[in-house]
């Protein structure tokens, strides 16, 4: 393989693993704008926070993190061993399912995740060079006795990945932020916001989840039919066409309203509540 793509893989490669790194990052938080939430259609936060972003109970960003780094790896093998290729391609195959699901989930989402683009570009990249510098298929390439040290990188791979989602999944949450949004939300309550939703809808749960433990002192209305208790009455009275929505009422009349998925910082600014 050429210097040029080789430097070119290893430089879109870095850049995935700093964008799912921050992605990740972001999960973890839960409770930051991204920099890339830039509209209601183009918001790396409702994609991030919803319930596709969860793969087995693991958060896909993470997931991309050591997906990333094992591209990485193998870069730095193909770099003593060219032959090196066709395993790096094996490996980039297996991830090409993942972009049409991840396109998948944000057209039910209707938003566009641009730091998720940044990783699905440079998988259809690695997969597209390593196809011509590869030269496969060679019938070879499955033979176990040829795959020794990657067998060992894999296994070793999914062990380290278990071990940090456990850690993961428990790192403590910070008291101090739950009660902060524990005042915001009532504050959001105190000046009449209302939180307009449906209980099967990705963005919904995104934007509760920004909440934490808190969402349950969301003024949250269900305006689903097929949910128990609902209040899609009066989500027609008010002309709820999308959920979510959030509102400004005073005495029941809606004085301003904000479709889709809102970041805290959108909520902050335009509540009046402080976080």
Known sequence: ??????????????ASL????????QYHIGTR???CDLGEHLSCSAANLSSYSLIMGVPASLLGVFYTLGSLVLLGL?????????????????????IFYFIYAEMMLSTLCLFCTVTHVTLFLNWIILAYYSGVPLPSI????????ESLFVITGVGFMTLVSGVYFNWPTSSANAQALNTFAQCLVAKEIRFYGAYDCPACIANKKLFGEAASSLPYI?????????QSQLCRDHK????????????GVILDRKEG?????????????QF
């Open 1 to 14: 393989m050429p210097k040029f793509f080789y430097r070119f893989l290893v430089i879109i490669n870095l």
């Open 18 to 25: 700093l964008a799912a790194g921050y992605l990740f990052y």
């Open 33 to 35: 704008a991204s920099p």
């Open 78 to 98: 193909l770099r003593e061993d060219p032959k090196k290729a066709t395993t790096l391609y094996l490996y980039t195959l297996a991830g090409i399912p993942f």
């Open 142 to 149: 499955f033979r176990p006795s040829n795959h020794k040290k």
């Open 222 to 230: 269900e305006c689903s039919p097929r949910a128990t208790p609902n």
């Open 240 to 251: 709820i066409e999308k959920t979510p929505t959030w509102t400004k009422e005073q005495n």
């Open 261 to 273: 998925f809102q970041n805290l910082g959108v909520i902050e600014e335009w509540s009046g509540c």
